[in-house]
């Protein structure tokens, strides 16, 4: 896909708690799904900066940027190329609120997280970050 129809970025929001290595994942009821926050590039905004967004319209999580992971590259349910580039993020500060979009977020152990993604570009994404 050279130039995909539909471009989104997104994070991987990780935390160290008191179950060890923990990741932020929220659920769409529109698609009734676990996931990665992650949205569409607004236009004229740049990749990182529209990850931090999102991430930040999703979980209500002002985080640092770390380093990139591989993207996801697939055709969306209207037919379209869609590529969506993922960031590391660790959370700086706020909270979640509840909203239209995202209905919850939960903070889960790796292993926890990897059974309740619903998607196995997701999963893969989670073994970059836990081997």
Do not use: I
Not at 4 to 17: H, I, Q, T
Not at 58 to 72: I, N
């Amino acid at each position: 896909m050279t130039d995909p129809e539909v471009k989104a970025s997104g994070g991987l929001v990780w935390r160290r708690g008191d179950r060890g290595l923990e990741v932020a994942l929220v659920h769409r009821p529109k698609y009734d799904d676990w996931t990665f926050p992650k949205g569409k590039l607004d236009p004229g905004e740049g990749w990182e900066e529209a990850a931090l967004r999102e991430v930040q319209e999703e979980t209500g999580l002002r985080c640092r940027l770390g380093h990139e992971l591989p993207s996801a590259a697939y055709t969306d349910p209207k037919g379209r190329a869609k590529v969506v580039r993922y960031w590391l993020m660790e959370p700086l500060d706020g909270s979640f609120s509840p909203s239209n979009e995202v209905d919850e977020m939960r903070w889960l152990p790796a292993g926890e997280a990897r059974d309740v993604l619903t998607y196995e570009h997701d999963r893969a994404l989670l073994r970059e970050l836990t081997g």
